[in-house]
């Protein structure tokens, strides 16, 4: 079955700066790749999304980049605010299929 | 995109017991997914509820712990059956969006379990 691997777990940054998270998946097949954030106690809320035929797409702040060949896609967050603290975490599917989500990273933003 | 109400929202579990999670979605969707999340941990699905056939579990979830009704496309429980404390997590209901373009997973507010 399909495996993701996000990294890194924690990730601590200066407000203001980049902030740069990773996944991996191992099934090629895997056509659709969102992104969510959670805070604490709260449910997980899509943040943005990329499908296979796409390599790169933004919003805002946001912005996600896929590299099928390599069987990667990352997460951008520029520009860093406080209310951007929370665990994120990257997720995989083929079509409208179970999604299976990455380890998540815990993402600090210091004033 | 698709509004899950979930219920309850918390509860506190004697073991041996057994609770069943509710989920209603406002909109008639195909798949709905059930989801566990242990403190601190990813979200790992632990069966796939479809209409009108039995759901579809993950590696390590059984059918006879967490047996699982879908009676339309609308509505699903989950039940956890004989708890112990191990089952303490929270318990998310997900669903995939009826012939979209948009695959748009939403979730429900999630079930918040202690065993005690």
């Known amino acids: 079955g399909e495996n993701v691997e996000q990294h890194p777990s924690t990730l601590s940054v200066q407000e203001g700066d980049s902030a740069v998270i990773k996944c991996t998946y191992s099934?090629?097949?895997?056509?659709?790749f969102p992104w969510y954030k959670q805070e604490l106690g709260k449910r997980p809320q899509l943040i943005i999304d990329?499908?296979?035929?796409?390599g790169e797409k933004k919003d805002q702040r946001i912005a996600v980049t896929l590299n099928k060949t390599a069987k990667h896609f990352s997460l951008h967050i520029t520009e860093t605010q406080p209310e951007d603290s929370a665990v994120y975490f990257c997720?995989?599917?083929?079509?409208?299929?179970?999604?299976?989500f990455g380890q998540g990273t815990r993402l600090t933003i210091n004033p | 995109s698709a509004v899950i109400s979930q219920k309850p929202s918390r509860d506190i579990c004697q073991r041996g017991t057994s609770l069943t999670i509710q989920c209603q979605v406002d909109?008639?969707?195909?798949?709905m997914f059930w989801y566990r999340q242990q403190p601190g941990q990813s979200l790992t699905l632990i069966a796939t509820?479809?209409?009108?056939?039995?759901?579809?579990?993950e590696s390590g979830f059984v059918i006879d712990k967490f047996p699982i009704s879908r009676p339309n496309l609308t509505f699903s429980t989950l039940t956890v059956s004989n708890m112990s404390p191990e089952d303490s997590s929270i318990y998310l209901c997900?669903?995939?969006?009826?012939?979209?373009?948009?695959?748009?997973?939403?979730f429900g507010s999630g079930t918040r379990l202690t065993v005690v």
């Open positions: 997900s669903v995939a969006p009826w012939l979209s373009r948009s695959y748009g997973y939403t």
């Open positions: 099934d090629s097949a895997s056509n659709y």
């Open positions: 990329i499908r296979s035929n796409v």
């Open positions: 997720a995989v599917s083929e079509g409208a299929q179970k999604l299976v």
């Open positions: 909109s008639q969707v195909t798949m």
């Open positions: 509820a479809n209409q009108g056939s039995e759901a579809t579990y």
